[in-house]
């Protein structure tokens, strides 16, 4: 395996294991680069289902299980927290709620950290440890910075974090601080944290934002676990939030390495949303247009999403380009509406992960979604993510008050 630039037309070659995170030709963003594989599909179909009978911590991450498709390293330097493996619940109200008789939660939110941050961070981690790295940085909107916190704290290095002031979840800086993290607050948006970090980048910094290859690597086995979940046969769509869009860059390259590799025969429609306050990637897709027409102040109360100039917007449209995706957006109060029906199916989840519902109830509506496809909504966050959020939502019936009974010893309860 080896490092190369995103950009087909660039693709430069570099070295794996190094600190680069751009093209140090052209300044295009890393992608890992896949070896040659040595099993059949169907080898590696029953070896992977196989190791989730086995005890060695590798084979009971739900991450390091496929491992024949990530970066190779000696099995006790990998930081593992056991992260992936989670269920693939179905919608019954949602699915009512959104017109479709077969929807299905991938509920990234029932991972250590209570995010889909930790299937990246796992490897992220474990090759900042194997570079030999001290601190360990990113900017976040709050669940980036919970789960690097948490992996580095498992790897002994220190994490530092840059948060926009005022912009997260109180939750998740909770978390942070109790993974023992440096935390950093920034004036203005994530977009300008992000900026900030950059410039403090030196020697012993490893920086573990989504621009880091390794990170998307991790996220890949989101689309491996799906699909094995699924018996290896493809929904029709698979519908996921985008903020700086790793995750979409990521479900991309992981369908097309599925593909090529002859693991899976059809690859589903990969459908991403944004809020419409902080909607790039959807106006960039609508105009087709070759450059990013940046939000200069994206606005959504779902924050986790709340990006203006998202990093791996090239590799996203890549990504809707070869799956025959779209991108759409929707409003915060459809956002509000979906992620209380989530929660009436005793589900939950965080504000972003919501617009999943949201926007396939849309597409259900226009009729670019029929009734009886098979939907896969992506979710993201736990649903304590943002208490918050939930205890200010007009979907949700505020707690009511009662005098309390007058409480009675047992003698007078016997003297009656
Ligand atoms: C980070 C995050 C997103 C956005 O993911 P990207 O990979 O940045 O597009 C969506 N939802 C939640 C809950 C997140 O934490
Ligand atoms: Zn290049």
Same mark, same amino acid.
């Given at each position: 395996?080896?490092?190369? #630039?995103?950009?087909?037309?660039?693709?430069?070659?570099?070295?794996?294991?190094?600190?680069?995170?751009? #093209?140090?030709?052209?300044?295009?963003?890393?992608?890992?680069?896949?070896?040659?594989?040595?099993?059949?599909?169907?080898?590696?179909?029953?070896?992977?289902? %196989?190791?989730?009978?086995?005890?060695?911590?590798?084979?009971?991450?739900?991450?390091?299980?496929?491992?024949?498709?990530?970066?190779?390293?000696?099995?006790?330097?990998?930081?593992?927290?056991?992260?992936?493996?989670?269920?693939?619940?179905?919608?019954?109200?949602?699915?009512?709620?959104?017109?479709?008789?077969?929807?299905?939660?991938?509920?990234?939110?029932?991972?250590?950290?209570?995010?889909?941050?930790?299937?990246?961070?796992?490897?992220?981690?474990?090759?900042?440890?194997? &570079?030999?790295?001290?601190?360990?940085?990113?900017?976040?909107?709050?669940?980036?910075?919970?789960?690097?916190?948490?992996?580095?704290?498992?790897?002994?290095?220190?994490?530092? =974090?840059?948060?926009?002031? !005022?912009?997260?979840?109180?939750?998740?800086?909770? &978390?942070?601080?109790?993974?023992?993290?440096?935390?950093?607050?920034?004036?203005?948006?994530?977009?300008?944290?992000?900026?900030?970090?950059?410039? &403090?980048?030196?020697?012993?910094?490893?920086?573990? %934002?989504?621009?880091?290859?390794?990170?998307?690597?991790?996220?890949?086995?989101?689309?491996?676990?799906?699909?094995?979940?699924?018996?290896?046969?493809?929904?029709?769509?698979?519908?996921?939030?985008?903020?700086?869009?790793? %995750?979409?860059?990521?479900?991309?390259?992981? *369908?097309?390495?599925?593909?090529?590799?002859?693991?899976?025969?059809?690859?589903?429609?990969?459908?991403? =949303?944004?809020?419409? !306050?902080? %909607?790039?990637?959807?106006?960039?897709?609508?105009?087709?247009?070759?450059? *990013?027409?940046?939000?200069?102040?994206?606005?959504?109360?779902?924050?986790?999403?709340?990006?203006?100039?998202?990093?791996?917007?090239?590799?996203?449209?890549?990504?809707?380009?070869?799956?025959?995706?779209?991108? $759409?957006? =929707?409003?915060?109060?459809? $956002?509000?509406?979906?992620?209380?029906?989530?929660?009436?199916? !005793?589900?939950?989840?965080?504000?972003?992960?919501?617009?999943?519902?949201?926007?396939?109830? +849309?597409?259900?509506?226009?009729?670019? $979604?029929?009734?009886?496809?098979?939907?896969?909504? $992506?979710?993201?966050?736990?649903?304590? +993510?943002?208490?918050?959020?939930?205890?200010?939502?007009?979907?949700?019936?505020?707690?009511?008050?009662?005098?309390?009974?007058?409480?009675?010893?047992?003698?007078?309860? &016997?003297?009656?």
């Amino acid at each position: 395996m080896y490092l190369r #630039c995103s950009d087909e037309r660039c693709a430069m070659k570099l070295e794996l294991h190094q600190r680069a995170l751009m #093209c140090p030709r052209c300044g295009e963003l890393l992608e890992v680069a896949a070896g040659t594989l040595m099993f059949s599909p169907q080898v590696l179909k029953e070896l992977w289902w %196989n190791r989730r009978c086995s005890r060695d911590p590798r084979d009971r991450s739900g991450v390091w299980r496929f491992r024949e498709f990530l970066p190779d390293y000696p099995p006790r330097d990998i930081v593992t927290l056991g992260e992936g493996n989670v269920p693939l619940v179905p919608g019954i109200k949602s699915g009512a709620w959104a017109g479709l008789s077969d929807i299905r939660f991938q509920h990234l939110g029932w991972n250590p950290t209570a995010c889909f941050k930790d299937l990246g961070m796992t490897v992220g981690i474990t090759e900042a440890r194997f &570079q030999g790295a001290r601190t360990v940085a990113c900017a976040s909107t709050g669940n980036t910075a919970g789960s690097m916190a948490a992996y580095a704290a498992r790897a002994g290095i220190a994490a530092r =974090v840059y948060l926009p002031a !005022g912009a997260v979840s109180p939750n998740k800086v909770a &978390q942070a601080l109790d993974y023992g993290a440096e935390i950093i607050e920034v004036k203005g948006s994530f977009d300008r944290a992000l900026e900030t970090l950059r410039h &403090q980048a030196g020697p012993d910094l490893y920086f573990l %934002n989504s621009i880091n290859p390794f990170r998307l690597e991790g996220q890949k086995t989101v689309m491996f676990e799906l699909l094995e979940e699924l018996g290896w046969r493809s929904p029709d769509y698979v519908v996921v939030p985008g903020g700086n869009l790793g %995750n979409t860059a990521a479900f991309g390259k992981a *369908l097309y390495e599925l593909k090529t590799a002859g693991l899976i025969a059809k690859v589903p429609r990969l459908v991403v =949303v944004q809020a419409e !306050g902080a %909607n790039p990637l959807v106006r960039t897709w609508r105009a087709g247009s070759d450059e *990013l027409l940046v939000v200069n102040e994206p606005r959504t109360a779902a924050t986790a999403i709340r990006i203006g100039a998202p990093v791996s917007w090239k590799k996203a449209l890549k990504a809707l380009r070869f799956t025959g995706g779209l991108a $759409i957006d =929707v409003t915060d109060d459809e $956002i509000a509406e979906a992620k209380s029906v989530i929660g009436r199916d !005793g589900i939950g989840c965080e504000p972003a992960s919501a617009t999943t519902l949201a926007a396939a109830r +849309k597409l259900v509506r226009g009729g670019t $979604i029929p009734r009886d496809a098979s939907v896969v909504a $992506i979710l993201t966050g736990h649903v304590l +993510k943002d208490t918050d959020y939930i205890t200010r939502s007009r979907y949700t019936a505020a707690p009511s008050e009662v005098e309390a009974a007058a409480v009675r010893s047992s003698a007078e309860v &016997q003297a009656d």
